[in-house]
């Protein structure tokens, strides 16, 4: 970690806001960000506080707790000071000193007396801080102090400890239990789904679903979800018949984690019941009294969105062989064939060929339609070889868009020369237009077996569409001279055409067919592609690809030459194909004002293909005329960066430095980084110097750009590293308040982009620490910058010290910003990985029980936790692998103390919560290998 000195430095930027305008509550927040940090290097500061007012005291507090948070060391003075301050006479002191106390870890006794006294202290924050504590430390009292809680006036209360009660596990089933007969009583119906996804997020608890059965009759089928989602068995059944009624996006949400199981026997019973749900209405059903109802209070795009959610888990419980093994053992509904045959496209791997009897002409046409598509979706993620053939017989489909369907599928596949006979059999079915597209399908060139039918082409239109797909066939001696035919044809034939005729078709058809002939055999088309570069005219595109063709060869371009001193018309396209040969450029350089906008793009970039110092001149006074146009001078700008040279930093420097342009000066100043040379950053130092002479609207944006292109370049030049944080900075006052008052602010991958994408520079280039050493108090900046700042440095160096510091710092920053649940939990998240890589097992208990409750508590943000988490579980329930981590992490530091008989029983507790996580597992594995070691 960096020296504490470097990050209490106290430098100030010139304009720095004067310390008597910044607020008390700035200051205060500084410091307790500064004693979380480094706790060992503010005891005295700290004990002072701990001693003073109520506000005095409660700083101190919340300091320690961010210092345990973010990984600080415990300091066992400190810790008893704040232990004693449970009791103390302000409640906001008391609420403090529960959370520090609280932190210290699950090994820690809170005595049963003073937890009932808290439990009824007048303020909610108090009691919101006991229902927390109450998940990270023991209580004899605590289940009945949390069965009480769950019952609070104040809602944050109540969710905390139903959380901290439902999470504890088969300990505390009984009281759990009575708790749900309350709400079965008297709470809200919504409340069944809070308690039941407090139970998917638990550990499981056989004897409270029991209960439950009982007590939540007219909810059975929430009941029998959680059921097969926490023990893996349910009531088939009734979980089905609940689908139905389910239409609450969370209790959707609770079926589909049920399904995800992998029981066969439930998705057997989901696939019969979406079969029968989605018939014609009057078609006898087992749920007579469901589907009906289902029916009527949905509208036909809700009950298409449900059925096809249904069809998805159906296929995430049966798996996607077994759904394809289902309906071929049943006779299916050709709606419920579509449906569940998608989501079988895109999780199945390979296919059975069994399911050729799909392919059958009496088959309905959206059935064969649903299974054409799910073919393509395998096909294409996995290349199965058994579903190119079934899409090869599907070819022979009598309905010309399924033939047509299967056929491009098949083309959009590496290896096209297996089916190649099947496809030119169905192509040659197709009618012309439907031909003309097909060809277009393959990528590079199409199979051998349509070489001979290729080459029999007689009447021009099907010359050129034959002739452009047996381009692929490169070296084909045969191919060559059917080209070559066909070219002096069509040559023949333009040459009749009149230069005045507005439909050029002749010219057009001659410049593609000599395309093909030059990436066949460019020497055979020498001859053609001369004679067309002199007939072209004022046929830009045709004389273009003449030219072009010929400068594959030497052969060809020494044509061009000839054709470029002979002085006739054309020379410009000859010259381009030419460059960067020094008689080319010196015609275009003379040529350049009387050619076309395209040709004047092309001869730029030739001119920065070039050596010489005309070309460059050249470049240079376009680049310099503030006259032209800004798209021109780009351009030049572009033909610029691509010359080496000191020369061409010069004429950069200088447009970086002062062009009235602002959008010109930051491609100019891009340009400068991206070369990266010695000279270029020296300029770029030049440049810079020069910001201050912008007005202050534009300078920020300028700005931006010059720390992209130093980042872009390797890395800030030592006397600039002070830069890097400096505008930040200077905004940390305004930000920070607007921060307590909780406002809207941009995103900071907005605000300072250049900033954050720098860090990874800073860090590639090793130069992040003396950068942070010339931040001045860097502590004191947005947390969420800081936290964007640390994961561009983790994902460069994932085990960087400094990326562990950015983030700690972000950790204790954004706890007094009130952060946003992603930045908080993002941020737990980073610490986390570090804490259990760095085997800082108290430090990794707290991180990860931290995150558990986010999980639990905050609801409205699920999609985020179960995104962010899965980065912890990459092959099971995003929350399974952390449900154990806390325990795992106790076990470890109980091993390493010595204490066996707190570590067995740490991971006891953590096996009752594995569930179905893989990697918890593994590391179950290694824990109890160590204990049964006796390590």
């Not at 004002?593 to 001119?607: G, K, N, T, V």
Request: charged share 30%; hydrophobic share 45%.
């Amino acid at each position: 970690m960096i020296a504490c000195a470097a990050i209490v430095l106290t430098l100030a930027f010139p304009g720095e806001v004067s310390a008597r305008t910044v607020p008390d509550a700035v200051r205060k927040e500084w410091r307790i960000r500064r004693w979380a940090l480094d706790p060992a290097s503010s005891v005295e500061e700290i004990r002072r506080s701990l001693e003073g007012d109520w506000s005095e005291r409660s700083a101190a507090l919340d300091a320690l707790a961010r210092g345990l948070q973010g990984g600080s060391a415990l300091l066992p003075e400190l810790l008893q000071e704040a232990q004693a301050r449970l009791a103390d006479e302000h409640p906001t002191v008391r609420a403090r000193a529960l959370e520090v106390f609280s932190l210290r870890g699950l090994s820690v006794e809170l005595e049963p007396r003073l937890a009932s006294r808290l439990a009824q202290d007048r303020l909610p924050a108090v009691r919101l801080a006991l229902a927390r504590a109450l998940v990270r430390v023991r209580c004899s009292a605590g289940t009945d102090l949390l069965a009480e809680l769950a019952f609070d006036g104040d809602r944050r209360v109540a969710r905390a400890a139903r959380y901290a009660l439902f999470s504890r596990g088969p300990r505390a089933e009984a009281a759990a239990l009575r708790v749900a007969g309350t709400i079965e009583r008297e709470g809200r119906p919504e409340e069944r789904l809070e308690v039941a996804g407090l139970l998917l997020d638990g550990p499981a608890q056989p004897q409270l679903i029991e209960g439950l059965r009982e007590l939540w009759q007219e909810d059975a089928a929430l009941v029998e979800a959680v059921a097969q989602a926490t023990l893996g068995e349910s009531r088939h059944e009734v979980l089905v018949a609940g689908w139905f009624r389910g239409d609450d996006s969370r209790r959707r949400g609770i079926f589909e984690e049920a399904a995800r199981r992998g029981d066969g026997e439930l998705g057997a019973l989901l696939a019969s019941s979406l079969n029968e749900a989605v018939g014609r209405p009057g078609v006898p059903t087992r749920w007579g009294e469901v589907a009906p109802e289902f029916r009527e209070r949905f509208g036909r795009e809700a009950r298409r969105f449900v059925f096809e959610h249904m069809a998805e888990v159906t296929v995430a419980s049966l798996g996607g062989a077994g759904t394809l093994e289902w309906l071929l053992a049943h006779p299916v509904h050709d709606e419920s064939v579509r449906l569940l045959l998608e989501p079988v496209g895109r999780r199945i791997s390979s296919w059975s060929p069994e399911a050729v009897r799909w392919l059958a002409p009496g088959v309905q046409r959206s059935t064969r339609e649903a299974l054409v598509e799910a073919l393509d979706l395998t096909f294409a993620r996995y290349g199965d070889r058994v579903a190119g053939e079934l899409l090869a017989q599907a070819l022979a489909d009598p309905e010309p868009e399924l033939a047509q369907r299967a056929f491009r599928s098949l083309c959009d596949g590496t290896e096209t020369e297996a089916w190649g006979r099947e496809l030119l059999r169905a192509w040659e079915s197709f009618d012309e237009e439907r031909r003309a597209v097909a060809l277009r399908w393959f990528d590079g060139k199409p199979p051998s077996a349509f070489r001979g039918t290729l080459l029999c082409a007689e009447d021009p239109e099907r010359r050129l569409l034959f002739g452009e797909s047996l381009a692929g066939f490169t070296g084909d001696v045969e191919v060559a001279d059917a080209l070559e035919d066909w070219c002096l044809a069509d040559l023949e034939r333009f040459r009749r055409e009149p230069t005045d005729v507005p439909d050029d078709r002749a010219g057009s058809r001659l410049r593609r067919l000599l395309g093909a002939l030059s990436q066949v055999d460019p020497r055979r088309a020498i001859e053609e592609l001369a004679a067309s570069l002199g007939l072209a005219g004022d046929r830009p595109e045709l004389a273009r690809q003449a030219a072009e063709g010929l400068a594959l060869t030497e052969e060809g371009r020494a044509e061009l030459r000839s054709f470029l001193a002979k002085g006739e018309g054309n020379r410009v396209e000859a010259a381009l194909a030419l460059a960067p040969e020094p008689a080319a450029i010196g015609f275009l350089l003379g040529a350049f004002d009387r050619a076309e906008w395209d040709q004047r793009e092309r001869m730029l970039s030739a001119f920065g293909r070039a050596q010489d110092e005309a070309s460059f001149a050249f470049l240079r006074g376009r680049g310099l005329d503030g006259n032209l146009g800004v798209a021109e001078r780009g351009m030049a700008l572009n033909a610029l960066a691509a010359r080496p040279g000191e020369a061409s930093d010069r004429v950069l420097d200088q447009l970086a430095s002062s062009v009235a342009d602002v959008e010109l000066r930051r491609r100019a100043i891009f340009l400068l980084g991206r070369r990266g040379e010695e000279a270029s950053r020296k300029a770029l130092v030049s440049a810079f110097d020069r910001l201050g002479e912008l007005e202050e609207d534009e300078r920020g944006a300028v700005r931006a750009s010059f720390l992209t292109a130093f980042g872009t370049s390797g890395g800030l030049p030592g006397t600039l590293l002070a830069e890097w944080l400096r505008e930040p900075w200077a905004e940390r006052v305004p930000t920070l308040l607007a921060r307590f008052r909780a406002e809207d602010l941009p995103t900071v991958a907005f605000t300072w982009r250049a900033e954050i994408a720098l860090a990874a520079s800073l860090a590639r280039s090793g130069q992040l620490e003396a950068a942070l050493a010339a931040s001045p108090d860097w502590y004191q900046l947005d947390g969420r910058l800081l936290l964007d700042c640390a994961r561009e440095v983790h994902g460069v160096r994932a085990g960087d010290p400094l990326a562990l510091e950015l983030a700690r710092t972000a950790r204790v920053a954004l706890a007094g910003e009130q952060p946003e649940v992603e930045a908080w939990a993002r941020s737990g998240a980073l610490l986390l990985a570090y804490a259990w890589d760095e085997e800082s097992w108290l430090w990794a208990e707290r991180m990860a029980l931290e995150l558990l409750e986010g999980y639990g508590t905050r609801t409205g943000q699920r999609a985020l936790w179960a995104e962010l988490l899965g980065a912890l579980e990459s092959d099971g329930r995003p929350i399974a692998c952390l449900r154990a981590l806390p325990w795992q992490a106790r076990a470890w530091s109980e091993l390493g103390t010595g204490n066996l008989r707190k570590a067995r029983a740490a991971a006891h507790e953590a096996r009752e919560r594995l569930a179905d996580s893989p990697r918890a597992g593994r590391h179950q594995a290694l824990l109890e290998a160590a204990l049964a070691a006796g390590r």
